[in-house]
């Protein structure tokens, strides 16, 4: 134990010691690091992969048509429905009931 507080002793006297160099360092290398942060653009990027399984949910939907529909009008149709004003509305209103407000 009196090995560990000599250690922490010395450690602390040599941080004394070099205490200006430590703060001319710090005002230094601060406000390089701020006028960098404040250059970058204000740019928000996000990304999300939806994986649907179009025959569960498109199914009961295309019921009563008589021809089949192809695979990529079957994705236009996904998409339309996941983008609807409906979904929209309950995703936002979902992100500001916890309080994920801009």
Do not use: C
Not at 55 to 72: E, K, M, N, R
Not at 83 to 99: A, Q, T
């Amino acid at each position: 134990m009196q090995d560990l507080l000599r250690l922490a002793i010395q450690s602390l006297s040599g941080v004394w010691r070099h205490r200006w160099s430590a703060l001319a360092v710090a005002l230094i290398a601060s406000p390089i690091g701020w006028f960098y942060t404040a250059s970058l653009p204000d740019e928000f990027i996000a990304q999300a992969r939806v994986y649907v399984d179009t025959d569960s949910v498109l199914t009961p939907l295309l019921s009563g048509l008589a021809i089949q529909t192809s695979d990529s009008r079957r994705v236009t149709m996904m998409t339309n429905v996941l983008f609807s004003r409906d979904n929209m509305e309950k995703l936002g209103l979902s992100g500001i009931s916890r309080g994920n407000l801009p």
